[in-house]
């Protein structure tokens, strides 16, 4: 049987999997090749929102595969339209462009911006103001624009007109901005950088601020969108209207898409010829993303998620009580994160080795903040019986 000792064979070393091997996974619920049960509150990464083989996700790219997989952009395909019109129905955009990841989706935002810039604006308004430790994407821009300096080392010279400010600090977003900034781009809550939420008047702070300089105000959805804090967006929980939303993760429920959204005035930049996509908008991705995405806008979902986020936080605070590990519990619907503190500082990675130790799959977000995304409709006995390993996961870490 082919295991995890032939990744360091023939696997190029950017990532350091776990011991165990998935082979299959249903809900909540993932197997590895020995047939071990484990409890997934990762969602692999914020991405399968609806669980694992969803039988809805999997109906709907069987009777796509049957049809039409690909047929790029030299055509359009009924699936990207139907998705398209239905994101441009749940959300502020009126124009929507597709691709396969968020760092595409974020390319494709950040030239939309300065594109947008030089047809309006002229050639000088080309600065991108970004934020410290954000994420953004693995692309020399995109990795370029994320906020943590370590990811940008030993690549070259730096694309040019991009700076960093810090999270949540407006008064040092008014220093920075200027006339010769395109956009400023900020996700709603930091997801990698440590699951830290935008206050409301920061976000509210920045709309005013780039509609006074005509810069355009890029929400990072990826990981925030499609139902993780309870709204479809997260900006709709803010009340706050980018000019740009970029989406991914969720977006396919586990098939790779990605998507950029927009509104026409703005759109109007990318004319034929200045930017493409091969796969983007495939009637595979498309067909399973549209499935996903009725399910996941559907409102009871969607309150569930804040209730289910509640129920989390609540039992994270009590576990705080008995075993005092946290300096803070933090984040919005379903996408939660626990910073370590005293003695427990910086052992974000061992305490996930632990739950993996109790079946349980967590994530992290640096090297002190537990992450916790789990499929937006867990039930709650998998969230009790979530709560029963992780209280075992601590009681082994204090012990
Ligand atoms: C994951 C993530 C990305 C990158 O998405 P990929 O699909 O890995 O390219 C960009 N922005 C945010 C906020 C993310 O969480």
């Not at 000792?5 to 299959?24: E, H, L, R, T």
């Not at 997934?40 to 991405?47: E, H, P, Q, R, W």
């Not at 005509?214 to 709204?231: P, S």
């Not at 605070?317 to 427990?344: H, P, S, T, Y």
Request: some cysteine; aromatic content about 8%.
């Amino acid at each position: 049987m082919i295991s995890r000792s032939q990744f360091d064979q023939v696997m190029v070393p950017n990532y350091a999997p776990g011991k165990i091997v998935p082979v299959k996974g249903l809900g909540c619920k993932v197997w590895d090749q020995q047939g071990e049960e484990y409890l997934d509150l990762s969602s692999g990464i914020a991405v399968n929102a609806l669980g694992h083989a969803n039988p809805i996700l999997v109906d709907a790219i069987t009777q796509q595969a049957q049809k039409l997989w690909h047929v790029s952009n030299i055509l359009t395909n009924e699936p990207a339209l139907e998705l398209a019109t239905k994101l441009c129905d749940l959300t502020f955009a009126e124009k929507v462009f597709f691709c396969n990841s968020g760092a595409e989706s974020n390319e494709a935002a950040l030239k939309l911006a300065r594109r947008y810039a030089f047809d309006n604006f002229g050639e000088e308004k080309y600065e991108i103001i970004s934020t410290t430790n954000s994420f953004h994407g693995r692309t020399l821009f995109t990795v370029n624009v994320g906020g943590q300096p370590s990811y940008t080392e030993g690549f070259g010279p730096k694309p040019e007109g991009i700076s960093h400010v810090p999270y949540n600090n407006l008064q040092a977003m008014e220093e920075a901005i200027s006339d010769k900034t395109c956009a400023i781009i900020v996700e709603p809550l930091q997801g990698e950088g440590g699951v830290t939420p935008a206050d409301s008047d920061y976000l509210t702070g920045l709309r005013h601020l780039c509609d006074k300089h005509n810069a355009l105000l890029i929400f990072d959805e990826v990981q925030t969108g499609v139902g993780r804090t309870g709204y479809f967006y997260a900006y709709q929980g803010f009340g706050v209207v980018p000019d740009i939303l970029t989406s991914a993760k969720a977006l396919g429920g586990g098939f790779p898409i990605g998507a950029m959204l927009t509104t026409t005035k703005v759109a109007q930049s990318f004319v034929v010829g200045t930017h493409g996509c091969t796969y983007g908008g495939n009637p595979l991705a498309c067909a399973v993303s549209l499935a996903a995405v009725n399910e996941i806008s559907k409102q009871e979902l969607l309150e569930s998620v804040i209730e289910k986020g509640r129920t989390f936080k609540d039992f994270l605070n009590k576990m705080n009580k008995k075993f005092g590990l946290f300096e803070e519990v933090r984040g919005l619907g379903l996408l939660i994160g626990a910073q370590l503190k005293g003695d427990f500082t910086n052992r974000a990675g061992e305490i996930m080795g632990k739950a993996l130790e109790q079946n349980l799959m967590i994530l992290v977000a640096g090297k002190n903040v537990l992450r916790f995304a789990p499929p937006l409709n867990i039930t709650d006995e998998e969230l009790q019986s979530a709560f029963d390993k992780l209280e075992k996961t601590f009681e082994a870490v204090c012990a």
